[in-house]
């Protein structure tokens, strides 16, 4: 794949946003630049339906300034959608006119349809959900979808969003009882007119600014320790407590809450009510926030348009290799690690020594292939760098609990210091859990020292011998490994451990392959 570099517009009723993704050859890509504006372009709508002269003049402004800083940059394409308060204004075709008269970007408005697919398509892209509900709460318009199996099945794009629904419904900074009620029972009966939106029993992904900011909120409210929001999970009764919390605030106190941004803290609330109210009809969540939205649907389908997809097979895989691709590790190295621990935890368990299922063993593989990736931060630190930065950034499909996992086995250097990363997260994880974070992590750790030299000698690993108090593992390899042999002495240690066992080690030089 050539290098790209792609920018999006994404113009909708209450923010307009500039990102800039880029691609490189290996078809790793990052986001490189992402700018946001709060336009409320809806409140520039007057009684007849049109976007009065001023709004179309901010239109033109922020793009203006959109250009000035697109050219510091390579764009290989760019896109620019407009959403709800341009698509529904009366003068929609002079809106557009004046855009490509002042602008050099190349503008669509979306429909109703398109806007909700791409949302759609940002969310089954970017986390492991094969069932759900989104719900895209804007300005001026809530797209909703339903999908099955990663298939889109149903969508619709409601004419309410969080500024509108404020308008209509709340006279001042914070709705009274009875305003509150009237917006979820007109909430209710929108949602109720669609058949196949009733008793869905699956989770309900929240896409947009809101959702956002309200997850922030019950982070803080909970003193949440796991840093990103992609994927953060809220029940039914959190969600409750959330908004409660927010209702009994004034205007101003909420504008002074770390993770609500001040420009919404006016329409938290109505947007709140939108969320949780679908999940209601839905059949009670949970709900789970996407950081991943339209512009992230544009994205995906113009980066995967070359290889005539439209979705990544597997999710979890794909952000492993693009984390592995973008620290630059050792693949090789890598594999080398993943194959190994896979023939001592089969080996363990054949034996009767562990008892792993399925999930647990997809865990270590993955760990495995980005163990110790702090490393390329600095050597001397690899476990802590490790550990840092896999708790410090979202890794699309893993939930957070997967995540944490996943750090804790991919830094594992001692016992001590998983207790000691363990502390700020004692709530949310058992004594079990870290029993098996200290078992794969060893396992990991011992495999590692199989490839200290990264020359990939060691061919196999074998449990030859086992009682209640010892094992033996013979380890097959061919050519030099004094390094490995070294270091693996030193490591068994950390597995004898969990396994209760002394372990044995035997070097058996394997014969090279006729040539």
């Not at 509900?133 to 979808?145: A, L, Q, R, Y």
């Not at 001042?172 to 007119?193: G, I, M, R, V």
């Not at 630059?328 to 190994?340: D, E, K, P, W």
């Amino acid at each position: 794949m050539n290098s790209q570099q792609i920018g999006i517009i994404d113009m909708g009723s209450n923010s307009v946003r500039f990102v800039i993704y880029e691609v490189d050859r290996y078809a790793c890509f990052r986001e490189v630049q992402n700018l946001k504006v709060t336009a409320r372009l809806s409140t520039y709508i007057d009684d007849e339906g049109s976007m009065n002269e001023e709004g179309i003049q901010l239109i033109l402004n922020i793009l203006e300034r959109f250009e000035k800083v697109a050219d510091n940059y390579s764009l290989t394409s760019i896109k620019g959608a407009a959403t709800a308060a341009v698509r529904n204004a009366a003068n929609r075709d002079e809106i557009m006119a004046a855009v490509m008269e002042g602008s050099s970007f190349p503008f669509d408005v979306l429909s109703e349809e398109e806007e909700a697919y791409y949302g759609y398509l940002a969310v089954t892209n970017s986390t492991d959900i094969e069932e759900g509900v989104t719900i895209d709460i804007g300005g001026g318009s809530t797209e909703i979808t339903y999908f099955k199996d990663r298939e889109l099945q149903q969508s619709i794009s409601f004419p309410f969003g969080a500024l509108t629904l404020k308008k209509q419904f709340i006279e001042s900074d914070t709705p009274d009882e009875k305003e509150w009620k009237k917006l979820k029972q007109f909430l209710a009966n929108s949602y109720e007119t669609l058949e196949w939106l009733a008793d869905k029993d699956v989770p309900v992904i929240g896409i947009g600014g809101s959702a956002r900011n309200l997850a922030l909120v019950h982070q803080e409210m909970i003193g949440y320790p796991l840093s990103g929001l992609h994927q953060y999970r809220m029940s039914n009764d959190e969600m409750e407590e959330t908004i409660d919390s927010l209702l009994d605030m004034s205007m101003k106190k909420r504008e002074k809450i770390d993770g609500l941004s001040k420009d919404r803290a006016d329409i938290i609330l109505p947007a709140a009510a939108a969320m949780q109210m679908l999940m209601k009809v839905t059949g009670g969540g949970p709900f789970i926030v996407s950081t991943k939205g339209l512009r992230d649907g544009m994205f995906f389908e113009e980066m995967l348009r070359s290889i005539e997809v439209t979705h990544f097979p597997n999710v979890k895989e794909e952000s492993f290799y693009q984390l592995s691709n973008h620290y630059r590790l050792n693949n090789a190295h890598q594999r080398r690690i993943t194959i190994l621990s896979a023939y001592l935890l089969n080996e363990l368990q054949k034996r009767g020594a562990i008892e792993v299922n399925p999930e647990q063993a997809r865990l270590l593989r993955l760990s495995a292939s980005i163990f110790y990736i702090g490393e390329k931060i600095h050597p001397e630190s690899k476990s802590q760098h490790t550990f840092y930065l896999l708790t410090n950034q979202s890794i699309d499909g893993m939930t957070h609990q997967e995540r944490l996992a996943v750090a804790f086995t991919s830094s594992f250097k001692s016992k001590s210091y998983l207790k000691q990363f363990a502390n700020p997260f004692r709530e949310w994880i058992s004594k079990d859990d870290l029993k098996l974070y200290e078992l794969l992590g060893a396992i990991n750790k011992f495999s590692y020292a199989l490839n200290i030299s990264e020359q990939s000698s060691i061919t196999k690993v074998e449990v030859v011998k086992m009682n209640k108090s010892s094992l033996t593992l013979q380890v097959y390899y061919q050519g030099d490994i004094y390094f490995e042999a070294e270091q693996a002495n030193k490591y068994k240690k950390h597995l004898e451990r969990p396994l209760k066992r002394n372990i044995d080690l035997v070097f058996t030089q394997e014969d090279p392959p006729a040539s």
